[in-house]
């Protein structure tokens, strides 16, 4: 296996940013559906840090799979995130809202994150090869 290491951590900073963004958008919204989210203050460097971790990983085993599979090109890569996102986070996220209770706007915001973050992790590490 051939992995694009840059690829990788670029992959990770895009993601980590693109989520920050798309909560901060969504901020007061996630304060209305979960009080969870109702901490206004800074966000400790602990959390930023596994939040970089999580992305890392993610972005890492994406590549591995474009990698496994010969994703070629950025439909290739794109299709890639878009199968990731409904096999895992869209169905696990319906699960939460099924069987406890989570309202659906909640993991519909979480949903959303996630197909931007799978969709452009796997379009970096799979067209940057």
Do not use: Q
Not at 23 to 51: D, F
Not at 97 to 122: C, P, Q, R, S
């Amino acid at each position: 296996m051939e992995l694009n290491y840059a690829a990788i951590l670029i992959a990770t900073v895009v993601a980590f940013v693109i989520s920050s963004a798309w909560y901060g958008m969504l901020g007061n919204r996630l304060v209305r559906l979960n009080e969870a989210y109702a901490n206004t203050g800074s966000i400790p460097a602990w959390k930023v840090l596994v939040e970089l971790v999580r992305s890392l990983v993610v972005a890492a085993v994406l590549a591995g799979l474009a990698d496994k599979i010969g994703v070629d090109g950025w439909i290739a890569a794109a299709t890639l995130g878009l199968v990731v996102w409904i096999g895992f986070p869209a169905i696990i996220l319906t699960g939460s809202v099924v069987h406890e209770n989570v309202a659906w706007m909640l993991a519909a915001i979480h949903a959303g994150d996630w197909l931007f973050k799978l969709v452009v992790i796997a379009l970096i590490v799979g067209v940057w090869t």
